[in-house]
Structures are given as C-alpha cells and as structure tokens.
C-alpha cells in the first residue's frame, strides 16, 4: 500500500511539532525517518495512528484521502504501529495477547484458540519471527516481545508498519535479527517506517532515508550517503561522529580488580576471576555483547552486587565498602539504566543533581537539606553541562534522553573523583548528546582520572577506548588497542582470543592484536601505551599499590 | 505542603509495561510475583500521591455530599411520599427534597463546626466558650486520625503500604496504659513518659516489620496486617488476666484508669477542649512535613519511595531507610493511642482501637499522601464523625449517623478515581493521554 503525508503541520501552543511535512512510502520499502530526539518524527507517527489530529495537512493511502481520528481506524486502515513500550499483558501467553481486542471465537462467544495459535505459527513461520504462540510474554527476552508486537500489528492485517525506536531496547544481535524480519516483511510487499536517530543502523536497513529537524523535512538521501553528512543534516552544524583526543598519558595505576568473582540473579556465575588494572589518564573501554557480565562486574564494583575477591582503589581495598562509601572513596558512577538507576524520574533536576551527594556539605548541615545551595548547584550544572530544561526545578522525567544523561553526567562528573566508570555511556542518544558525553568523559581522562568504559557499541569503544578489554562469558578474554579491525573485534566479542581473532581475520601480521591473550600475561602489561613516560599528573601523588 | 518532586505526572503504565525479565531484580531476591506486587503498588502509590489534584479532591468531597444527599432523601418518609406525588404537585416535592437534605447537613455543620444559636446566645449573656465546643470536638475526634493519617502517609513516601497502624496503636496503648496506672510519676513528667512509651510502643512493631523486610523481603503489607492480629489478640489476653493490664474485680476486658497525672491537658479548660493530643498531632505533622521535604532522611525516604534502584546505586542504603521508615510510622500510630488514652478515654478496653488505624490509611489517601494533608483530611474526618453523631440526635435518628461513613467511602472512592470525577464535571485530563489511547486503540 502506497502511503503518503501531504504537509502535515502539528502544533502545540507556540511550538511547532510537525511543519508542512511531506513524506511517501512506497509499497514495499523500508523508510527510515531519521532525526535528533525532539524533532517531531513522534509527533508524526501519532498523527499518522490516529493519536493525535494534525492542524494542517492529509493522508492518503494508495492516492485516496483518509481521515484517521483514531488508532482503531488506523489499524482498519491497515497502518500498524510497534511503540517503544510493549502493550502486552505479561501473564498471558502469545497468543492470548496478539488476539487481544480481535478474539476469534466459535459459537457460544468461546475462544477459538487453536485457529489463534495457528495464526501465530504461520505468521511466524512465514516471516521467520520464531515466536512460540503458547509461551508467557513475561518469559519472553524484549526482542521476542517486540517480535509479538509485530505479530499484532500483521495478525490486524497491516500493510504499513510503524517501527518507533525499535531497537533502542535490543541487544545487538536482536537487532540483526530483527532486521532480517524487517527486509521479510519488505519482501512480503509491505512497507516499514523505520524511526531511529541511530546513523548506522539507517545506513544498514533503509531503502530510503528522510531526515526531520526541527519538525521540518530537511533532506531525503539514500543510504549511500555518508554518516557525517547524514548526521550534518540532522543535527544542523556538523557533528564530531568521533571526538577528537589527544594521545594517552597513563600514570599511577588508580584501579586495580583482582580475581573479581560476581553471581548474577539466579545464582550462576556471571564474572568469573576477572582481573584487571587501569590507570589514571587513560581510558579503558571493555567491550563485549550485553550480558556477558559487564553489567554485574560494574555492580559488584560499586558494590551494589556482592563479590569475591579484591578491588583496589589506588591501593586502598574498598571490596567490603558499601556503595555509598565507593562513590565518597571517588568513583563516578554513570549507570546502564539511567531511568531505573541512574535518575528518579519522578524529582526534580535540582534533586537529581545532587541525588550522591545531599547530605555532605554544601548541600546539607547535620540532617537538614540547605535547599539554597541544592538550588545554586544546580543552577551551575545546568548552564556548565548545557542541560536543556526551563528550569532546574522541572521534573527531570519529562526531559529528553540525551538531557536526563547530561543531568547524570553532570552530577558525576562535577564531584572530585579518582575513577570515572561508565556503563553505556550514550545508550539512546542522538548524535548530538553522544558527542557532548564523549568529550566530557575525554575531558575527565585528560584531567588524570582512570575511566572505564563498558558499552556494546562498537563505535564507542573506538571512539574512547585508549586500550581496549574483551569480556565474554564473564572473562576478559583479551586485550587490544583500538586500531584492531572491527571484524577482528567483532570475533573476540564471540568469544576468541585475540590470536585466533588475528588469524581469523586474515590478518598475516599479528602485530595487530598487540596482547598475548594469556589473561596473566595481559596483566602484567597494562600500561600497554606506555610509550610515553608517565606525565607529571598534579594527582599522581597517591603510593604505588 | 507542596514539594516540586511529586508535582509531576507520572506515567505508571509505561513504566509497569515496560519490564523485560532481563532486568535485575532490584532487592536481589528473585520471584517474578514479587517484584509485580511491588509493582503494582509503586503504581498505586503515584496514582494516590501525584494522580490527583486538590481540585479533584474538593469536587470528590463534593460529589459525595450530593450522593449523601440522596441516599437522605431516600431514607427520609416525608420526601418520599411527597415524591410519589411528584405530578399533581412537583413544587412541593422539590421543596421537600431541599428541606431534608439541607436540614441533615446544617444539623451536621452545627454538630462540627459552628451552631449559629450558640452565637447569638452569646449575644445574650450566654457562655462564649459554647461557641467553640463544635469545633474543639472535631479537634479531639480528628487528632487520633491525623496522627494514623502520618504514619501510612510517611511510609508511602518511602515506598510502603503500612496497613498496620491498627496494630501499632495497640501496641503503643497497652505500654501507655500500663505507664499510665501502673508507675508514679510527677504530674508533667508522667505525662511525657507515657507519651514516649506510647512512641515506643508503636515503634517497636514498625521497626519489626521493617526489619523482617530489610532482612528476609518479606511483604509489609502481608507482615502487618498479620502483625494487627498478633496485637488483637495479645491485648484481648492482656485485658483477661488481673495479673496483666485488667482492671481488678472486672469480667470485662477493660483496663484500670490511667492516673490523673498523665493525662493531657485541655488548653484553657473544659469547654474549648482543644486537648493537648491535637496539638501534638498537628506538630507531629509539621515535624513530619519538614522531615520529608527538607532534611536528608526524608530525601532517603522519598528516593526510596521513588525508585529503589535509583537510591542503591546513589549510595542510600533501601534497607536503613525501611527499617527507620517502618519505625517512625509505627511511632506515630502509638502516639494516636496515647492521645486517646491519655486525652479521651482514660481507659483502655478491647474496643479501644476501633478503625483509627484503618481509617489512617483513608487519611492519608485523602491527604495525598502529604503531613499537612493529612491534617487537613483528619479534620474533614473528625468533622463528619461529630457533625453525623450531632445531625442523628438533632433529627431524632431520621438521620442515621451512619451516613457519614457512607460519605467517607464515596469521598474515598471519589478520591481514587480521578477519571470519574473528570468525567462528571467535564474536566480535561492533564497527562497520560497517548499511552491511554493506544491501549484502546488495540482493544477496539
């Protein structure tokens, strides 16, 4: 089905969301809408379902106006729409959700549920979803959830698929999976809305891309098109897709991790005997797919997660410390989940600032909270860290993803810490926003502290790394530098060593992967860019552990 | 008392949707089932703090006078009989349905707040301080409600269903009781001392809860509403046994008096029996409201309440903030005791508990969760029990007295449904409304 938007303009009070849009679809094409948060391919999309009504502008399907008023006509007009957030009932199975408001049923008003779980199978089977209609959603990993929402939206017949963020709750691999589903469907002769601000991944799958800034179409390219220009247009100045950095300085050793051992939720072992050593000015970046322990080692670190063995902080033993003595020892501590951990959504930026640090001084005498100097501080972060808010006392839930990780990253980064440890520093951020966080982390290196870095973003791990660690399976299982070839990389991730990776990769010269896998020998050689001798650091007073 | 961090709107169905099963559990104990019943009252609990603005619960309180009113008219033979003959003579119908209703509700005005009689009797010589009694009444009916009205709002505020202020206030009547007749004391000092074995007394089970959730995960709201049950039947064997806290030479469940030094004062005597209880309840409720919003323990609480996981991973240690939460609130549940025993009653029997901690949790609710809300809402409580108890004498039970619990059920179920009172008065909803409408939008 052929789906056009023909100037649709939406606004709200002063602000206009959508302006004079124009945006066709062709049947059988993958259309990426690509924009910074904020500019309004939401706003669009909730136009399009029926959410909400646009001031100006049409829709037709294959040439025909159409008035959509609400979800339901979209969804009988054969628009579907998978959301960032699954409406599924977790107690019910697969098949009971995807019928849900549509039930089939036998006479007597009784559910037909083996025509419903027929249904299930064969969409599945036919698009390759691999989705068991009698499992619980709760037992469901979220891309097979998501795999369900779009088993919804084709079981209610729809020919144009909206796909709002979709990958923003994947790991990498339900990504790939997902995208193969997506060229199905396309090959099927639907068409796909793809909504992502991710340049890469709308480099991979778009047949088309148009690119929304400020509620306004700026530009339509193929995916051909470079990743800068491509992020140029979205942001509207040019963007550093990699910051810049100077050569490392590594001086003291500031952390050192000895035969960490972690126990992840259902009692197995999630980091087995991981050690490791960082230095102050250097950046270690630990790469790895999601789940291979990076998630408890940075909680046993922060001793949210009980562990064994030793974890030193320029030489102190701090394994027994509670959280909040780790984060006052001088550990900043930017968490992956920065809704669940890292913010209350529902206080204020001012709270949210100072959410580490309420009851010492300035912010506190004895037990009572100094409100004027939560205010002032706050006041002060917002300006230095560009934190876009009206006003430090607006609920930090209702700012943008890129402006909730300013709020953490300000508030980590202005104590005076020894240790930065970043878990996804930029999960979900636009260009912009990854930018900025870049350069504040590269700003805390130069200034002597010892970062660490977990993400399973390639891309961040070679933008920041100064010296890379591979975990899987809960091992490190070699280091590298970070002029290693991605594909060399990518096979470490699955679990080679940096030897095998080299050979695998059909690299003749082994110089690439400069470290013997061995982990004790890896060890020994931590100052692996110690070429340089270590730079006088106006910190670098601290005893040799 | 308006803080800025719940003055937002939250969106509870998002956040309840959106849970893979990879997500750690937060408390590290695992159980699916778990973690959906903390879910599901995170969720309520925003819905009760931020849900509901204080125009809704003004248009509640009065949406439930208006039902009140015909369940009055029902009950009264005079309307009904002048209803049946709605056709030959409607005006008189009408002027009947008004006259009922407005007369039950202005019997209850003068029994609560002001009897316009006393005024004039003034006038003429009369006592000035009868003016008052209405009011000082509801004062003394309110206190008790307000002080179980702080202790489930303040652990809602870390999080917490405190469903055992019942149990609580058992808890610190029987250490007042036996303080107040069983040691002497100087005057003043007695007083003190029994209102802090009251604190105690209460404290002492909230902290145990706490305790065996900080320790074991085990539910609050399971723990003391089996914990009320506990202090039941422990009281009805302490008011058995001579040997205990009855009264010698009693066969009834009843305590001794307490002694006439620790009971509280009425500030400027009889009349105007503004007691010293209420006094107490509403500076607990100051200390309350400045304990939440600006001191650093109440940061903890509302962290906690908020987001656990949030306040772990910023160093606030979940467990302390339980424990200490749990021991507060059953603190002032005690302290509620205390201002019966040692204010009204003087004497503690089985029936002594009544429904102050149930109707706490009401109180609480109606207040939002918030000190001076549940000052506020302790005293519409207080007014309606003295205002109903006064219309049913006044109207020579043509008004039940009942009906004021009949109006404290709607207000409450008017207050938990802010969708129905936007509906009936035409409100615009202010959040939520996408999300909403896409549920429905699948669901046809």
Known sequence: MKLELRGITKRFGGLVANDQIDLVVQPGEIRALLGENGAGKTTLMNVLYGLMQPDQGEILLDDKPVHIRSPKDAISAGIGMVHQHFMLVPVFTVAENVTLGVERVRGLGLLDRRRTRRDVHELSERFGLQVDPDAYIEDLPVGVQQRVEIIKALLRDASVLVLDEPTAVLTPNETLDLFRIMRELRDGGRSIIFISHKLKEVQTIADNITIIRRGKVVGERPPSTTGSELAALMVGRSVQLRVSKDEARPAQVRLEVRDLTVHDDRGGMAVSGVSFQVRGGEILGIAGVQGNGQTELCEALMGLRPSTGSVLLEGHDIGDASTRDRLRAGIGYIPEDRQEDGLVGAFSVADNLVLDVYDRPPYASGIALNLGAIRAAADRLVSDYDVRTTSVLTTVGTLSGGNQQKVIVARELSRDNKLLLASQPTRGLDVGSIEFVHKQIVAQRDRGLAVVIVSSELDEIYALSDRIAVMYEGRIVGYCQPDIPEAELGLMMAGATAGEAAHAAGQTDGSQATHDPDLDEALELPGALDTKPPAAEPQAQEPEP | ?444
Request: proline share 5%.
């Open chain 2, 1 to 444: 008392m308006s803080d800025p961090p719940t003055a937002a709107e939250p969106e509870p169905a998002q956040a309840a949707i959106a849970v893979g099963p990879d997500q750690p559990e937060q408390d590290g104990q695992a159980g699916p089932g778990r973690s959906r019943l903390r879910l599901t009252a995170n969720v309520i609990i925003q819905a009760i703090t931020q849900g509901s603005s204080t125009v809704i619960t003004i248009l509640a309180i009065f949406l439930a006078l208006v039902v009140g009113g015909v369940l009055i008219v029902f009950s009264d033979p005079v309307v009904t009989h002048a209803w049946s003959q709605f056709f030959s003579a409607p005006g008189y119908a009408l002027a009947q349905t008004w006259d009922s209703v407005s007369f039950a509700y202005s019997q209850m005005f003068e029994g609560a707040i002001l009897n316009p009689s006393t005024v004039s009797a003034a006038f003429h010589g009369g006592s000035i301080a009868a003016i008052f009694y209405p009011l000082s009444s509801t004062a003394a009916q309110a206190t008790p409600l307000i002080l179980t009205g702080l202790s489930v709002a303040i652990a809602f505020r870390a999080g917490l269903f405190n469903i055992g202020a019942s149990g609580q206030w058992v808890g610190g009547a029987i250490v007042a009781t036996w303080l107040g007749f069983g040691v002497s004391l100087p005057p003043f000092i007695h007083v003190v001392v029994c209102l802090i074995g009251a604190f105690v007394g209460g404290a002492v089970l909230g902290w145990f809860v706490g305790v065996l959730k900080a320790r074991t995960g085990a539910h609050e709201v399971i723990v003391t509403i089996m914990l009320n049950y506990v202090m039941y039947d422990l009281l009805s064997y302490l008011l058995s046994h001579p040997a205990m806290l009855q009264q010698p030479k009693q066969t009834n469940q009843i305590a001794p008096f307490i002694a006439n030094d620790a009971n509280l004062a009425h500030v400027g005597g009889p009349p105007p029996q503004v007691g010293i209880g209420f006094l107490i309840a509403v500076a607990a409720a100051f200390a309350c409201a400045w304990l939440l919003s600006r001191s650093t323990t109440g940061f903890q609480f509302r962290t906690v309440g908020a987001s656990p996981s949030a306040a772990r991973s910023s160093g606030i240690n979940v467990e302390r903030s339980w424990v200490l939460v749990m021991l507060l609130a059953g603190g002032l549940a005690g302290l509620s005791a205390a201002t019966v025993i040692q204010g009204t009653n003087t004497q503690l029997t089985f029936n002594s508990y009544g429904t102050y901690g149930f109707d706490g949790i009401t109180v609480a609710l109606l207040g939002r969760a918030k000190p001076l809300g549940a000052v506020l809402a302790g005293l519409l409580f207080g007014a309606l029990h003295v205002g109903g108890t006064y219309a049913e004498g006044a109207t020579l039970g043509q008004v039940p007295a009942n009906i004021v619990q009949v109006l404290e059920g709607l207000i409450v179920l008017f207050v938990a449904a802010p969708a129905l009172i936007r509906a009936v008065f035409r409100l615009r909803a202010t959040s939520g409304t996408g999300m909403e409408a896409v549920a429905k939008g699948w669901n046809g």
